[in-house]
């Protein structure tokens, strides 16, 4: 199993761009999760999902937008990428019975 | 309002023990965990306490009381490698959602 993996790895966006930031876990997890890391601080949730065709906001989701269309997958689209928005960005996916989220490589993205 | 602190850095020598508390208030509570994560890389699980008491794992223990909103985190006979931040997060029992705290930078000295 190659558990969950992120693409891109690195991502500079000039101010106003927008991407998809790409996860897929191979796990058959329900519950999947993005999450933003600033420098020195923990991490903050963005959205979440528990289910294909489920999304709901997390604790910071302005500026992003996700869907689930499959299990496997979990994209994060940023529209008008603004300097704020630079940060590691982690996806995870977790199994209702089991509390453990297995965490991506993560992607690090700089807005200038 | 979910509110989770740990101190932001801590110290310690080779083959000492190191104690990294954890005090949380949440609006729900299904279970404390708490990650490691070496500079650049993701979080990885090391442990899950959802009942009071000690839970011990090898060199690390963690333990909870959930009427104080208290956790530590216990490193026993600390490596090089050991060097990194500890995540403390809380399980409010929505959808599995997991609240961090601001992370612990653990340095090991020799």
């Known amino acids: 199993n190659a558990g969950v993996t992120q693409t891109p790895k690195f991502r500079i966006l000039k101010i106003g761009q927008s991407m998809t930031l790409q996860c897929t876990q191979d796990?058959?997890?329900?519950?999947m999760y993005w999450y933003r890391q600033d420098p020195g601080m923990g991490l903050k949730l963005i959205y979440y999902?528990?289910?294909?065709?489920?999304?709901d906001k997390g604790e910071v989701p302005n500026g992003y937008n996700v869907s689930r269309s499959t299990t496997e997958d979990f994209p994060l689209r940023l529209e008008l990428a603004a300097p704020s928005q630079t940060s590691v960005y982690f996806c995870?996916?977790?199994?209702?019975?089991?509390?453990?989220?297995?965490f991506g490589p993560g992607t690090r993205l700089t807005v200038t | 309002g979910q509110n989770i602190d740990q101190p932001t850095e801590m110290t310690a020598t080779e083959g000492a023990i190191v104690q990294i508390n954890c005090t949380y208030q949440?609006?729900?509570?299904?279970?404390l965990f708490w990650y490691q994560q070496h500079a650049g890389e993701a979080p990885t699980f090391l442990s899950y306490?959802?009942?009071?008491g000690l839970e011990e794992k090898g060199r690390f223990s963690s333990f909870l009381s959930r009427s104080k909103g208290y956790s530590y985190l216990l490193l026993k006979e600390l490596q090089m490698k050991d060097s990194a931040s500890y995540l403390c997060?809380?399980?409010?029992?929505?959808?599995?959602?997991?609240?961090f705290g601001g992370g612990t930078r653990l340095m090991v000295k020799p």
């Open positions: 796990m058959n997890h329900n519950y």
């Open positions: 997060a809380v399980n409010n029992n929505a959808g599995n959602m997991l609240t």
């Open positions: 306490n959802v009942l009071d």
């Open positions: 999902s528990v289910g294909a065709g489920i999304t």
């Open positions: 949440t609006s729900g509570f299904n279970g």
């Open positions: 995870a996916s977790s199994n209702p019975g089991s509390y453990e989220q297995y």
